[in-house]
């Protein structure tokens, strides 16, 4: 243990166990005492008035990698439903598996109160086994209440990599549960890889990177986590060597679930949960869900845009009713401002305003290269328009060719129910 | 009662005006301007705000970074930050989050009787959103990520956060002293004010080494120490042509588009 406690100048003022975040000092007699809970988190030290507490600087020695074991993934859990991440996740989780060996196993981490019913589901996508970590504090996310039980039962049961979907729950836990572990975590992956072979597949498929120097048949068996940095400007590949768990959030939706086999079973395993009221510091008063407000262009998650495409101004009627619909905001090509259609606040482009939502609708847009300049950084482009030929279609993820007035209101009355429609061709 | 806040905050490339290199596929760092971490402004807003309600509050920016990340806490002081403290050392450079997470704690401690710490949610260079959690569990204080909304009772101990979710929100209440993480929902800044810059130049930035925070540079700190490794870094390939939706109908046309969108999770 790297924090110690110098007997001979300890005076027993208990100063340190009321410092302690970890309820990792006791006393033995009039001496303090540190116990296995201790973090180094050094809060001791400079609460004590004495210098009776100093950091040797001594680890436990280096972490033995072997001993650590099977892929876990945090299966987030919102009021009894299972996010679609954690499907996913459980997926990707099962591949990794085996790409490090044939006997090991991926694991569906539960935690909340009363989900234990959530288990087939995790079994049916993929699952090897459940973990299941329930208790009535657990009922709700909380950082600290399941930044614990996590901890622990990553203590207890050690798995070799942590899966967490990087959504704002996974990625106010993740970071809690790594520092708490010492370990490496790496935010917002959009790729993972255990065997170096997949690694290089994947590098040359999608990337720029030179693999040459890579060996295809190395026994490296670390996790290869992938992620954008610098605005998705640059690719990162990040390695956890020397410690254990590797852990990784993952973004939504770029991970592909595994077919759902019904009636699939496996192990479950109760974990004790050692949880009291007052290891949660904070109060939960009540969740609310509600709709996204409207932002202005810059900030917009969505933009449904108009060009000359749409004929005449009374066209962004039908794109104000598609943006209120899909949450987004108006936005619009120089040739409509130009035309006089529109305000130019509501212009995407190079004289305009420049774009990065997460979906652009190009409605009856063409896509002259000095609106493109303006928004192919988008995530997502959608583009709607009846020539097969206009340059728009170039950068577009999704393209339709057709009459936008006829479209755009099948959109609309479909929005809605986009979730059923998705649900019935996967189940 | 005084209120002593420290806030952490990040000098970042401004993201947007980055640009990649088309020979050699490398990012071109040059002429890009370095700005304060958009998240971070918000962060600092909402202690200024506590100030001006407050005004026996004070308020201390930390920041970790090169010689020139002094230039944004001018800016800071400008904008009505009282001190401003410079974690730099070469001994620091190469930190993962976990070991830039070590150096702001010991950071934080060593300023000491802090009743609020506010970090932006995350930096738009690194986009990981884990070294405010990080800090607040070295200090073993609570945490609330994700701050749209804040509220303080007048004896400043009790504080109510809306916290933003995907799909809506929590009202959470927290005691102080405690650990907050920003969004650009929670406030708008404000500028530096003349009177502002004019004072920030004149005052006295201290810098601090891993020696004068006592962290072990072998094992808190730096490039050895951090648990994680960059194993390459690449561009990524250009975006290819996407796909045409192809149906007989306008209905099968919208119905397979939202099909797409709602699997890739983009709805």
């Known amino acids: ?427 | 009662m005084a209120f002593k806040i420290i806030v952490c905050a990040k000098q970042v490339p401004d993201t947007n005006e980055i640009k990649i290199d088309p020979v050699t596929k490398t990012l071109v760092r040059e002429g890009v301007p370095s700005i304060l971490n958009h998240d971070d402004a918000n962060a600092l807003e909402e202690a200024l705000k506590i100030k001006d309600a407050y005004p026996d509050t004070t308020i201390t920016v930390v920041t970790m970074g090169p010689p020139q990340a002094k230039d944004m806490l001018i800016e800071c002081l400008a904008m009505g930050a009282d001190d401003g403290v410079l974690l730099s050392d070469r001994a620091l450079g190469g930190s993962d989050t976990w070991a830039t997470s070590n150096a702001i704690a010991a950071a934080i401690n060593k300023i000491g009787d802090y009743d609020l710490i506010f970090a932006g949610r995350q930096a738009i260079d690194g986009d990981t959103a884990q070294v405010g959690p990080q800090i607040a569990e070295k200090l073993g204080l609570p945490q609330v990520t994700y701050v749209a909304e804040f509220s303080m009772s007048d004896d400043k101990k009790h504080i109510t956060v809306k916290r933003a979710l995907e799909d809506g929100y929590e009202l959470i209440k927290i005691n102080t002293p405690c650990m907050l993480t920003a969004i650009k929902e929670l406030n708008t800044p404000r500028y530096m004010s003349i009177g502002g810059i004019f004072d920030a130049v004149r005052k006295d930035i201290p810098t601090w080494g891993a020696k004068e925070l006592g962290v072990n540079t072998d094992k808190e700190v730096g490039l050895e120490a951090s648990p994680t490794n960059v194993f390459r870094s690449f561009t990524p390939a250009p975006k290819g042509k996407g796909m045409i939706i192809e149906a007989d109908t306008e209905k099968e046309l919208a119905d397979k588009l939202l099909i797409n969108l709602k699997s890739k999770h983009i709805i």
């Open chain 1, 1 to 427: 243990m790297a924090i110690c406690v110098i007997n001979e100048k300890c005076k027993g003022c208990k100063l340190c166990i009321k410092a302690c975040p970890f309820d990792a000092i006791y006393m033995e007699g009039k001496l303090a005492v540190i116990n296995e809970k201790c973090t180094a988190c050094k809060q001791c030290i400079a609460a004590c008035k004495f210098d009776a507490i100093e950091d040797t600087g001594e680890e436990e020695g280096p972490v033995d990698l072997s001993a650590y074991k099977h892929v876990w993934v945090y299966a987030e859990q919102r009021a009894g439903k299972l996010m679609n991440v954690a499907l996913e996740l459980i997926g990707e989780g099962r591949r990794l598996a085996r790409e490090i060996s044939d006997d090991t196993k991926v694991y569906a981490v539960l935690i909340g109160d009363g989900i234990s019913g959530l288990a087939s589901e995790c079994f049916e996508f993929g699952a090897d086994g459940v973990y299941l970590i329930e208790n009535p504090l657990l009922a709700n996310f909380t950082t600290d209440g399941y930044t614990k039980v996590l901890y622990d039962a990553v203590k207890a049961y050690k798995p070799e990599i942590v899966l967490f979907g990087a959504t704002h729950i996974g990625r106010d836990l993740a970071p809690r549960v790594a520092a708490r572990l010492s370990t490496g975590l790496t935010a917002d992956c959009t790729r993972l890889d255990v065997k170096v072979s997949s690694y290089i597949d994947y590098a040359n498929k999608n990337t720029t990177l030179d693999t040459s120097t890579l060996d295809p048949a190395s026994d490296d068996k670390g996790l290869k986590q992938t992620r954008p940095a610098f605005g998705g400007n640059l690719m990162a590949t990040i390695v956890c060597p020397r410690t254990r768990p590797q852990m990784s959030t993952v973004r939504p939706g770029v991970m592909t679930r595994r077919e759902r086999v019904p009636g699939a079973t496996g192990d479950i395993v109760n974990v004790n949960v050692s949880l009291a009221e007052n290891d949660i510091r904070t109060k939960i008063v009540e969740i609310v869900k509600s709709a996204k407000e409207i932002v202005s262009l810059t900030d917009a998650d969505i933009i449904c845009s108009g060009g000359r495409g749409l004929g005449d101004p009374s066209g962004f009627e039908l794109i104000r009713k598609f943006a209120a619909k899909v949450g987004g905001v108006v936005g619009s090509s120089r040739a409509a401002v130009d035309a006089g259609w529109i305000d130019h606040s509501h212009q995407v482009g190079q004289t305009g305003t420049t774009v990065k939502p997460k979906i652009y609708f190009a409605c009856g847009i063409s896509g002259a290269i000095q609106h493109l300049a303006g928004m192919q950084t988008s995530d997502i482009i959608v583009a709607i328009n009846k020539d097969p030929e206009a340059p728009i279609f170039e950068v577009a993820d999704y393209g339709i060719v057709g009459d936008l007035y006829k479209v755009i209101p099948q959109i609309i009355d479909e929005w809605d129910g986009a979730d059923e429609l998705y649900e019935a061709t996967v189940h």
